[in-house]
């Protein structure tokens, strides 16, 4: 299996955004890819996220090549009325297929315990998302109701919610 560790997203790490949430493919299970404004405001939000104190955002990197793969991050959100994180993942079609949104996310995950914050973590990946509900099922997280989740702002996906317990 390939092997990858997480760094903090930094100002270098544009180019990674253009890659994933400005790409049509991958961004097939999440409404379509972001103009390049909201890309900008997001560089700027990824950037801040760490000092904020509301959340993580890392790259993968490759640890063979040294190359920056996908993303992966988690921040507090509102959950029926619970405060708990919420955590996201991508890995660039180049490197997917491999294991690595798995390992980065059980990464993530253990980042997450370590920060001390809310107990739970949910992740909600489209239905049809099959690798990303394997992901979900493989790291232990429970499978609680499908549902309507409001993604991007303004339109609707049917997503399953699944939780880890953090504590
Ligand atoms: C979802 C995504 C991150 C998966 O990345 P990846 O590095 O290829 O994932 P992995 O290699 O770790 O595979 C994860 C699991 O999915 C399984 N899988 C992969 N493709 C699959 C498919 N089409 N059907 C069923 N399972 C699949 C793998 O077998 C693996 O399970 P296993 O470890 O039990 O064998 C990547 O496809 C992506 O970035 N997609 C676009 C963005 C996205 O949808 N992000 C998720 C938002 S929640």
Redesign the pocket.
Known sequence: MTSVRLEPWGEGDLHLLLK?LGDP??????GGPESEEKLLERQGRFERLADSGTGRMFKIVDEGSGES??SVGYWHRDWRGEDVFE???????E???????????EQAVAHARADGGPGMIH????VE???????C??LGFELVEEIDFEYPPGSTMR?NDWRLDLS
């Open positions: 994933t493919e991958m961004t097939k299970h999440l793969v996908g955590i996201g993942w991508m890995v660039i079609p490197f997917q297929g491999r294991g690595i949104a798995a390992a980065a996310t992740a909600f990946p489209g998302n099959a690798p990303s509900n394997a992901i099922r493989k997503c």
